[in-house]
T-cell receptor
Framework: KAGVTQTPRYLIKTRGQQVTLSCSPISGHRSVSWYQQTPGQGLQFLFEYFSETQRNKGNFPGRFSGRQFSNSRSEMNVSTLELGDSALYLC???????????FGSGTRLTVV | QQQVKQSPQSLIVQKGGISIINCAYENTAFDYFPWYQQFPGKGPALLIAIRPDVSEKKEGRFTISFNKSAKQFSLHIMDSQPGDSATYFCAASNGRSGGGADGLTFGKGTHLIIQP
C-alpha cells in the first residue's frame, strides 16, 4: 500500500517568489492536513481539507493557502516568500473517521 | 501559548533500559493523544495513541500512561534499542479523526539516543 507522497522533495526559491507543493494521500483517505516543521517552532498546523473543503486553519498569514481536488490530492501554495518560510512542509492523510494521521516525508523548502 | 509541553528535550539511555518521555497539556478539550517517531529525513510516524477513557495502552515495547486529572501523559519504551534512536513527539487534538478544530498540537520533541 503506497504511503503519502509529497513532491518535490527539495526546493530552493528566492524571496518574493511563490511556490506550490503537492501531496498525494494514501488511497481511500479523504482528509489531508499540512504542517510546517522548523527547528525553532517545531511542528505547526497549517490547514486541513476534507472532501475538497477546508475544515480547519492554523495561525498562519494569508500567504499560505491550499486546496484539495476531487481525487483527494492536495496542494499548498505560499506566495511572496520570506526567508522565515524556509522549513520542512509535511502533508498527512487520514480516513477522517477516528483514525490517526500518516505523514509523508515532506518537502524541504529553502528561501534565499 | 504552548499548549503541549514535552520533556526532556534530549535523553540518553543505555541499551536495554527504559526510556521515559513526558508531556503535559492545558486544553481540557483534547481527547486524542498520539506519539510520533521521526528519523532524520523522514516525516513523523505514528507509534501509539490513547484516548482519555483509558489510563494505559501498551503496544509491544511502547506504553502510554495517561493521567487525566493531572493533564499529563507519558511514553515508556521498554528494552530500548539503538534502532529506537530518533526524535519523539507527543501531540494532542480534539474532535474528528484526531485532527480536530486546530489540527494536531505537537510538543517540541525529545531527541532520544540509545547507547549500545
Amino acid at each position: 500500500k503506497a504511503g503519502v507522497t509529497q513532491t518535490p522533495r527539495y526546493l530552493i526559491k528566492t524571496r518574493g517568489q511563490q511556490v506550490t507543493l503537492s501531496c498525494s494521500p494514501i488511497s481511500g483517505h479523504r482528509s489531508v492536513s499540512w504542517y510546517q516543521q522548523t527547528p525553532g517552532q517545531g511542528l505547526q498546523f497549517l490547514f486541513e481539507y476534507f472532501s475538497e473543503t477546508q475544515r480547519n486553519k492554523g495561525n498562519f498569514p494569508g500567504r499560505f493557502s491550499g486546496r484539495q481536488f476531487s481525487n483527494s490530492r492536495s496542494e499548498m501554495n505560499v506566495s511572496t516568500l520570506e526567508l522565515g518560510d524556509s522549513a520542512l512542509y509535511l502533508c498527512a492523510s487520514s480516513h477522517g473517521q477516528g483514525s490517526g494521521y500518516t505523514f509523508g516525508s515532506g518537502t524541504r523548502l529553502t528561501v534565499v | 501559548q504552548q499548549q503541549v509541553k514535552q520533556s526532556p528535550q534530549s535523553l540518553i539511555v543505555q541499551k536495554g533500559g527504559i526510556s521515559i518521555i513526558n508531556c503535559a497539556y492545558e486544553n481540557t478539550a483534547f481527547d486524542y493523544f498520539p506519539w510520533y517517531q521521526q528519523f532524520p529525513g523522514k516525516g513523523p510516524a505514528l507509534l501509539i495513541a490513547i484516548r482519555p477513557d483509558v489510563s494505559e495502552k501498551k503496544e509491544g515495547r511502547f506504553t502510554i500512561s495517561f493521567n487525566k486529572s493531572a493533564k499529563q501523559f507519558s511514553l515508556h519504551i521498554m528494552d530500548s534499542q539503538p534502532g529506537d534512536s530518533a526524535t519523539y513527539f507527543c501531540a494532542a487534538s480534539n474532535g474528528r479523526s484526531g485532527g480536530g478544530a486546530d489540527g494536531l498540537t505537537f510538543g517540541k520533541g525529545t531527541h532520544l539516543i540509545i547507547q549500545p
